[in-house]
């Protein structure tokens, strides 16, 4: 079992930044990727980054390439979600993900077992 705590969410302004950070809690040997989605109303969850159990490998959506980065120091380590140059249309719950294994390609949401709570990230034009 993953217990994830997601902190760092806010309100900007359009060309700012964020940074969110992903706790896990821990007591597992077990190699897990940990994601990030984000939710806006009415839309479905949709993949926004992922990084594998060593932090070597990551994965991102084409929507937020060069934009944001993902990364933690080792396992042990919160994950980090760094959003520069943010827009609008970013706005959205975004939450926290982990799942069993160690390729971060994965992005589809029911790929992922454990989620966080939620942090609510608005971007004002």
């Known amino acids: 079992q993953v217990q994830l705590v997601e902190s760092g969410g806010g309100l900007v302004q359009a060309g700012g930044s964020l940074r969110l950070s992903c706790a896990a809690s821990?007591?597992?040997?077990?190699?897990?990727?940990m994601g990030w989605f984000r939710q806006a109303p009415g839309k479905e969850r949709e993949f926004v980054a992922a990084?594998?159990?060593?932090?070597?490998?990551?994965y991102f959506a084409d929507s937020v390439k060069g934009r944001f980065t993902i990364s933690r120091d080792n396992a042990k380590n919160p994950v980090y979600l760094q959003m520069n140059s943010l827009k609008p249309e970013d706005t959205a719950v975004y939450y926290c993900?982990?799942?069993?294994?160690?390729?971060?390609?994965?992005?589809?949401?029911?790929?992922?077992?454990?989620w966080g709570q939620g942090t609510q990230v608005t971007v004002s034009s």
């Open positions: 993900a982990a799942r069993w294994g160690t390729d971060p390609t994965y992005s589809l949401a029911r790929f992922y077992g454990f």
């Open positions: 821990e007591g597992t040997s077990r190699s897990y990727v």
């Open positions: 990084i594998s159990w060593s932090g070597g490998s990551t």
